[in-house]
């Protein structure tokens, strides 16, 4: 595998169901972000993690919650999701996160279609 | 706050067509834009990157244009063909936050 891959790429969900979407890069990069893509909307920044501690949370609500436990994975467990909730989430990496310091390119997955029910 | 507006939401245009796409951004400190492109249900593949500091960047039958001062960049897409269509996205990279922001898009079709 190489660059940036996300399971499941599909996922249909009840609100009361507990789920989580995985991410995984082989870029050996040290930042790692989640977007989310809601139809007819700009693309979201969600969190962003830097050496596997979160730096940004873009006042996501709390039924979204991710986890970064090495600089290659991360996840995003949801429960009691919303079915406004439904949209293409997208995982990227990069090589570092340096705020506004410096440019740092981003490299996305494929992304996990999400609806739910 | 930076805003990302792109023009027009929808294209449609006979195979052989050279065609624009617009973007336009509020706040003029960034470090680039970047054209990206992305087919139904997929991620995003990059176009082009333009630096803040340069006016253009062509690869192949594309080309992007960035004029900084009036918050303004172009896509240029020549001879376009059926396989150009999908859904081409404008982001900046912020300066001040080193967030990419991104437009809503411009879906592209490209009739035989």
């Known amino acids: 595998e190489t660059g940036v891959t996300q399971t499941p790429r599909h996922l249909v969900m009840g609100m009361t169901n507990k789920k989580s979407l995985k991410c995984e890069q082989h870029?050996?990069?040290?930042?790692m972000y989640w977007y989310k893509q809601s139809a007819k909307k700009p693309l979201e920044l969600m969190f962003v993690y830097s050496l596997e501690e979160r730096v940004e949370n873009n006042s996501v609500p709390s039924r979204f919650s991710p986890e970064c436990p090495n600089s290659s994975h991360l996840f995003l467990h949801l429960h009691t999701l919303q079915p406004e909730d439904s949209a293409l989430y997208l995982c990227?990496?990069?090589?570092?996160?340096?705020?506004?310091?410096?440019?740092?390119?981003?490299?996305f997955g494929p992304g996990t279609r999400l609806t739910v029910l | 706050k930076q805003e990302v507006t792109q023009i027009p939401a929808a294209l449609s245009v006979p195979e052989g067509e050279n065609l624009v796409l617009n973007c336009s951004f509020t706040?003029?400190?960034?470090?680039?834009l970047q054209w990206f492109r992305q087919d139904p249900g997929k991620g995003l593949t990059s176009l082009l990157l333009i630096q803040s500091s340069q006016r253009e960047q062509t690869s192949g039958r594309l080309n992007a244009s960035l004029d900084k001062s009036s918050g303004r960049s172009t896509l240029y897409i020549a001879a376009s063909q059926p396989g150009d269509s999908a859904t081409y996205l404008c982001?900046?990279?912020?300066?001040?936050?080193?967030?990419?922001?991104f437009g809503q898009g411009t879906t592209l079709q490209v009739k035989p």
């Open positions: 982001a900046v990279f912020s300066s001040n936050t080193g967030k990419l922001i």
């Open positions: 706040d003029s400190a960034i470090y680039n």
């Open positions: 870029l050996g990069h040290n930042a």
């Open positions: 990227a990496s990069s090589q570092d996160w340096a705020g506004g310091a410096s440019y740092n390119e981003q490299f």
